[in-house]
C-alpha cells in the first residue's frame, strides 16, 4: 500500500523507518519530512495543517494510509476534513478527530476527562484572564512547588514549575495577561506537584481495544540533573527498569482502562495512539498529561524495540481490528540522545552544516531539524538529531548511543551527558 505520514521531526523520521521495514508497505511518502526521511521516502513540500493539498496529494499518489505523527494538525482537524470529503473518507487514517485531540488540545478538557472517569491524577483548578486575582488567591492557599500548565499547545514548553509562590504569581500574569504563549495561555491550570518519577505509557487503540507499546522514560528539562528550562525532549530510554508487571497492571487497570471506556463512552471515536505521561508516585501512578499522538523523543527508543510488523498494527487500529493482538517486543534496551542546537530552547541559529553523517554509525541516527541544501545536510531547528543506541543493558545502550553522538558534529552543538544515568542509579 501507498503511505504518507505527516510531520518533519524525529518522530516521523522513526515512523519511516520502521514503516519502510514491511511487506505491505509500497511507497513511502513524508509531508514535508526532512533529510533523514528523504533517505527512506519521498519528501513532499506540504505544510501539516494544509489539509486542502495534503487529501489532493493522496489521491493523486493513490494513498491507503495516513499517519499523522504532530500533534497540531489532529487539533486542527485533519481526522474531521478526511471524513466529511466523499473522495477521502476511504483512506485509513491514524489520529484521533478534533474532539478526541482535545485530549492533548486543552488541559483543561483533559483534566476534566480524568475526573469524569477517575483516572488518578493530580488535583487542579483553571483561571482565565479575568480571574488572575482569583489565580493569585487561589496560589496562597498551595503548597510550593507550583505547576502551571497553559491550557492549549504550546510546543512542548508550555509547563513551569516554580519553587517560589511569588514567583508563580509572576509567571501566571505573563501566561494570562502577557500571553507568553499566545492562545495556549487563555487558561491557565494551577496544579499540584506530584512527587516521582516520570515515565510515558504508549497505547495504540481502535477506540474500543488497544495494544500497549513499550514504555519509555524522556528528559525534558536542557541542563544535566534535570536542570534548566523545559525542551521538547533532550533523550529517552526504554524500557523503564520500575516498571515492571505489577507496576504496569496497576497502570492498565486504573488508567488505561476507565481512558478507553471514557472515551467509548462519551461517544469519542478514537483511533490512534494515547501517550499517557505519569508519574510513579510510591509505587503508584498518577497521569500528568496526555498527549493524542507519539511522543518524541520516545519514539525513536521505543519503536527499535518493537518486533511487530509496524503497518499490520496501524491498518488493524484504523479498521478496528485490534481485539486479540499484541505487541511482541525484545528484551533489550535502547537509549536516545536528542542533539540540539546551542541556544535552544531559546534563541539559535539554522544554517550549520553537520559532520559525519556519511560515516559508518553504531546507533540508529534519526533526523529532526535538519535539510539538505546543495548537497550539504545543515541544522533547521533546535532539536536536529536523536541518536538511538541499542544493547543488552542499559549501560551497553547508552555507551552505544554516546558513541554514535561522537561521531556528529556541528559547529554550537549541546546534548546531555547524563541520559538514563538516573535510572542506572535507582537501587
Not at 492557599?141 to 510546543?155: R, T
Not at 495556549?184 to 488497544?210: C, N, P, R
Request: proline content about 5%; glycine content about 10%; charged content about 25%.
Amino acid at each position: 500500500m501507498n503511505i504518507l505520514i505527516i510531520g518533519n521531526g524525529g518522530r516521523e523520521h522513526a515512523f519511516a523507518w520502521k514503516i519502510k521495514q514491511s511487506n505491505r508497505c509500497n511507497k513511502l511518502f513524508v509531508a514535508p519530512g526532512n533529510a533523514g526521511t528523504a533517505e527512506l521516502a519521498t519528501n513532499v513540500p506540504i505544510a501539516v495543517d494544509n489539509f486542502e493539498a495534503i487529501g489532493k496529494f493522496c489521491l493523486e499518489q493513490n494513498i491507503n494510509l495516513v499517519v499523522v505523527g504532530p500533534e497540531a494538525p489532529l487539533v486542527k482537524g485533519i481526522r474531521d476534513y478526511f471524513e466529511q470529503d466523499q473522495n477521502l473518507k476511504h483512506i485509513l487514517l491514524i489520529g484521533p478527530g478534533k474532539e478526541g485531540a482535545q485530549l492533548e488540545g486543552s488541559k483543561d478538557f483533559s483534566k476534566q476527562f480524568m475526573l469524569r472517569h477517575g483516572v488518578p491524577t493530580a488535583k487542579a483548578k483553571t483561571f482565565l484572564v479575568h480571574e488572575v486575582n482569583a489565580a493569585f488567591e487561589y496560589l496562597d492557599e498551595c503548597a510550593p512547588p507550583i505547576v502551571l500548565k497553559a491550557d492549549g499547545l504550546a510546543a512542548g514548553k508550555g509547563v513551569i514549575i516554580t519553587p517560589d509562590i511569588n514567583e508563580a504569581k509572576s509567571t501566571i500574569r505573563e501566561m494570562l495577561v502577557d500571553k507568553k504563549f499566545g492562545e495556549a495561555s487563555t487558561k491557565v491550570l494551577i496544579e499540584e506537584f506530584l512527587s516521582g518519577i516520570e515515565l510515558s505509557v504508549f497505547v495504540l487503540t481502535d477506540g474500543k481495544d488497544y495494544v500497549i507499546l513499550p514504555e519509555a522514560k524522556d528528559y525534558k528539562r536542557i541542563g544535566e540533573g534535570d536542570t534548566g528550562p523545559n525542551t521538547g525532549g533532550m533523550g529517552a530510554i526504554s524500557p523503564v527498569p520500575f516498571a515492571d508487571e505489577a507496576f504496569m497492571k496497576k497502570v492498565e487497570d486504573q488508567i488505561i482502562k476507565p481512558t478507553i471506556t471514557g472515551l467509548h463512552k462519551e461517544n469519542i471515536d478514537y483511533k490512534g495512539f494515547i501517550f499517557i505521561g505519569l508519574m510513579n508516585c510510591s509505587s503508584d501512578p498518577y497521569v500528568i498529561e496526555y498527549n493524542a499522538r507519539m511522543g518524541d523523543p520516545e519514539t525513536q527508543a521505543v519503536l527499535p524495540r518493537i518486533k511487530n510488523d509496524f503497518v499490520d498494527l496501524l491498518i488493524d487500529a484504523a479498521e478496528g481490528n485490534l481485539s486479540g493482538k499484541r505487541i511482541e517486543s525484545t528484551v533489550d534496551y535502547a537509549a536516545t540522545v536528542v542533539m540540539v542546537s546551542g541556544g535552544y530552547p531559546g534563541d539559535y541559529p539554522k544554517g550549520k552544516a553537520i559532520s559525519g553523517l556519511e560515516a559508518p554509525n553504531p546507533a540508529l541516527v534519526f533526523h529532526a531539524g535538519s535539510r539538505q541544501v546543495n548537497g550539504h545536510i545543515v541544522t533547521d531547528g533546535g532539536r536536529v538529531l536523536a541518536i538511538t543506541g541499542r544493547g543488552a543493558d542499559m549501560a551497553s545502550a547508552r555507551e552505544k548511543a554516546y558513541a554514535g553522538v561522537a561521531k556528529l558534529s556541528w559547529e554550537g552543538v549541546y546534548f546531555r551527558n547524563d541520559i538514563g544515568m538516573d535510572l542506572m542509579n535507582l537501587k
